[in-house]
């Protein structure tokens, strides 16, 4: 390959688990046979098919000689010029607050209020519920700054095609903001809670560096909008007048859906997943994924299945955390929402995923329902959940027991901070949902030594959202002007790429 008229050779290495940087670069050496070279890894994957010769598989580009040539990513051009326009933005998550960072960049007047707390209160509250069950509205694992993923297990990986340039800006934003290095190469990136707290607080500096504004603790209540275009949004704290609106308010809101649709804005049913979430040891998933208990070098094994039975929905894992904690997500008091969380070590000794059934509403409750139904619903279920103990509490079963339709009268040890009881789920799930989850599970502990030993919780309700918003291919809100509605609560995106890469997309086609 040749850029700049420079020779790029890209080259394949295999290295040991544990290597240093010394032993990286004569791989290097002996491979293009010269000492002289400049280097860039591209990709850097663990290859664990034969548990016997576990390593690292490296794609390395290499120059040789003594280039002063610098590497650079396929990254966004933000075309600055002062263009005099207002924009606000609702809520702070990876699709709000990085529309909002490129719009800035390129030179609107940018505001983004959020609901919930700055990052180092927020920390705070969510401490003190994990350890005193005093649970904030407007700090929680759902709201705050940051949005749901900031005290997440930060996985990057996304499967959206074509987003090379957004997504190398969001990685090199997070990279200039503190986050390790080897997210720009790892195929599986994760930054941690630990990390993507420290990571937002620096990209709110960056942001205001620039002359963003954000307001904390302020809340959507109200749109007004004239003649198909929006001119001011009304919050808890006043109004604001607005040229554009882009609303992020992730998909745990269902108030501000409500709003949205009750504006007139047009969604449309779509098909999404539900489930709980299982956790085992660490040591467990290891063993089977490994070959061994742990590995020097490593930090802890993770796993992807998927099922299909015979006349049964799909069921898959999803958002595993290896080495981390099953959290309460819930953005409310009243409704119950288990997810996965890690810190940056992935130290801890137990392994969580959700497992969750495809589905398709209108198909499994065999009747058409409009997409507000469809929010009713999801949200009926949550509150179920909680209200079985009137607090965090969750039902649970071992993963054997739930297959054998049994109940449990002892539980393992879990990372889950408010306990759990038992419950039979053939009454919480409809029946199609119960049997699939089951023969699926069946399946999952025929691949994974000791699965069926794991613990299965609570209710997990957000993987994506079940309505998406219709749009116009200049991502605006059908029969809206200046109205765009980005992010997981649109339904077009799910995780904190494809959010984040929606937000940007939104916000290029306002600029270009
Ligand atoms: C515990 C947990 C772990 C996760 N782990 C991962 C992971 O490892 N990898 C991954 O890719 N994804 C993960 N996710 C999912 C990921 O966080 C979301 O996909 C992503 O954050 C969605 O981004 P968003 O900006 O669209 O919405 P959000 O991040 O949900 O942000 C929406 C924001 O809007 C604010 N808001 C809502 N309504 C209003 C209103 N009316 N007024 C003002 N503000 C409002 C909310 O407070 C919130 O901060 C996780 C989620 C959770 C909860």
């Excluded at 467990?284 to 020097?296: E, F, H």
Aim: with cysteine; proline share 3%.
């Amino acid at each position: 390959m040749e850029t700049d008229g420079i020779k790029i050779k890209t080259i394949e290495i295999r290295l040991p688990i544990e290597y240093s940087k010394g032993e990286l670069e004569q791989e290097i050496a002996r491979i293009v046979g010269s000492n002289l070279f400049f280097y860039d890894i591209i990709l850097k994957s663990l290859d664990a098919r034969n548990k016997k010769d576990i390593h690292w598989k490296m794609r390395i580009n290499v120059i040789e000689g003594e280039s002063k040539y610098h590497f650079k990513s396929n990254t966004l051009e933000i075309p600055y010029r002062k263009r005099h326009k207002k924009i606000c933005v609702v809520g702070s998550g990876p699709a709000g607050f990085f529309a909002a960072y490129v719009l800035q960049k390129a030179g609107y007047e940018t505001i983004i209020i959020e609901r919930g707390s700055e990052v180092a209160k927020r920390s705070k509250q969510i401490s003190n519920f994990e350890q005193k069950g005093e649970f904030s509205e407007s700090a929680n694992y759902a709201y705050g700054e940051g949005g749901a993923g900031t005290f997440s297990d930060g996985k990057l990986t996304s499967r959206t095609k074509n987003i090379d340039r957004e997504k190398n800006f969001v990685i090199e934003s997070y990279i200039e903001a503190g986050a390790p290095e080897e997210i720009r190469y790892l195929s599986h990136p994760h930054i941690g809670t630990n990390n993507l707290i420290k990571v937002v607080r620096n990209l709110r500096d960056k942001f205001e560096e620039i002359g963003g504004k954000i307001l904390f603790e302020t809340t959507l209540q109200n749109i007004e909008i004239n003649d198909s275009q929006v001119v001011a949004i009304e919050t808890d704290k006043g109004k604001i007048d607005c040229d554009y609106l882009f609303v992020a308010s992730g998909h745990s809101a269902y108030d501000t859906y409500r709003l949205l649709l009750h504006k007139g804005v047009k969604f449309q049913n779509k098909a999404f997943a539900i489930g709980s979430r299982v956790e085992h040891l660490q040591e467990v998933i290891n063993l089977s994924q490994w070959g061994k208990r742990k590995i020097k070098g490593l930090k802890a094994a993770e796993y992807k299945l998927t099922h299909k039975a015979k006349n049964a929905l799909p069921v898959y894992s999803f958002c595993m955390c290896p080495g981390g904690k099953v959290v309460q997500a819930s953005p409310r008091n009243g409704l119950s929402i288990v997810n996965g969380m890690s810190y940056y070590s992935r130290s801890s000794p137990w392994a969580n995923s959700a497992i969750v059934a495809g589905i398709y509403l209108p198909e499994l409750l065999n009747k058409e329902i409009t997409p507000s139904e469809a929010l009713d619903w999801l949200e009926k279920k949550e509150q179920v959940f909680f209200e079985l103990h009137n607090n965090f509490e969750l039902p649970a079963n071992i993963i054997q027991n739930f297959i054998e339709g049994k109940g449990s009268n002892k539980f393992p040890e879990t990372s889950y901070s408010f306990g759990v009881f038992d419950y039979d789920f053939r009454e919480l799930f409809p029946d199609a949902i119960y049997q699939s989850l089951r023969k699926s599970l069946i399946d999952f502990s025929r691949k994974i030594r000791g699965f069926e030993e794991g613990l299965l919780m609570g209710f997990e309700s957000k993987t994506s959202s079940p309505i998406q918003v219709i749009r116009n291919e200049n991502y605006l809100a059908a029969g809206f002007t200046n109205l765009y509605v980005i992010g997981e609560g649109s339904g077009r995106a799910g995780g904190i790429i494809s959010s984040a890469v929606d937000g940007i997309k939104a916000s290029t086609t306002l600029i270009e």
